[in-house]
């Protein structure tokens, strides 16, 4: 997010309903719909603008020591609304 042709890295961007995020996640796919009539995104490509977090960078992912992710979701009531 945040380069020419992406969203806005603040967020503030405008996405059709319904837009799977993982799909606008760096332009997976070129010439997506924005929320903006006749306004797509990712036109020239897809790609992220890199990113650091805590000085670490993001894109692309770094290498992992081994060790393993969990996550857990103990309530979401969102989701059965």
């Given amino acids: 997010y945040g380069g020419p042709g992406q969203p806005k890295a603040?967020?503030?961007s405008q996405?059709?309903?319904g837009a799977a995020a993982n799909t606008y996640?760096?332009?997976h796919g070129t010439a997506l719909p924005s929320g903006t009539p006749n306004q797509t995104f990712w036109n020239a490509g897809p790609g992220c603008v890199d990113k650091k977090v805590m000085g670490v960078p993001t894109n692309p992912a770094p290498p992992r020591h081994g060790?393993?992710?969990a996550i857990?979701?103990?309530t979401l009531p969102?989701?059965?609304e």
Wanted: some cysteine.
């Fill in 10 to 12: 603040d967020c503030s």
């Fill in 67 to 69: 060790g393993r992710i």
């Fill in 15 to 17: 996405l059709p309903p």
């Fill in 25 to 27: 996640s760096c332009g």
């Fill in 72 to 74: 857990s979701f103990e």
């Fill in 78 to 80: 969102w989701l059965h």
